[in-house]
């Protein structure tokens, strides 16, 4: 079956109801579009994998919290030795 849908001034299109559907989008969801050969494929955004997420509390935690670190962040902005090297 085919749909059509109209282009704005604004390049924006509205996904035919049954195409949404079918692809499980809502609203809010993003979208991408691929070419293949003479054609344009629509599909839900993938997620590019954060190459972090392994890793992630590998250090463990750091012993005074969030409020230590950017205490100590605070300070590093601050210091005068920083200031020198701008």
């Known amino acids: 079956m085919k ?13 035919p109801l049954p195409i949404r559907r079918r692809l499980g989008l809502r609203q809010g969801d993003r979208i991408e579009f691929a070419t293949q050969g003479e054609s344009i494929i629509i599909r839900p955004a993938r997620e590019t994998p954060n190459p972090f997420e392994p890793y992630a509390g590998a250090l463990g935690t750091f012993p005074g919290g969030i409020g230590e670190i950017n205490a100590w962040m605070k300070d590093l902005r601050n210091s005068p030795r920083r200031r020198r090297s701008r």
């Open 3 to 15: 749909y059509t849908s109209t282009l704005t001034s604004k390049g924006q299109v509205t996904v």
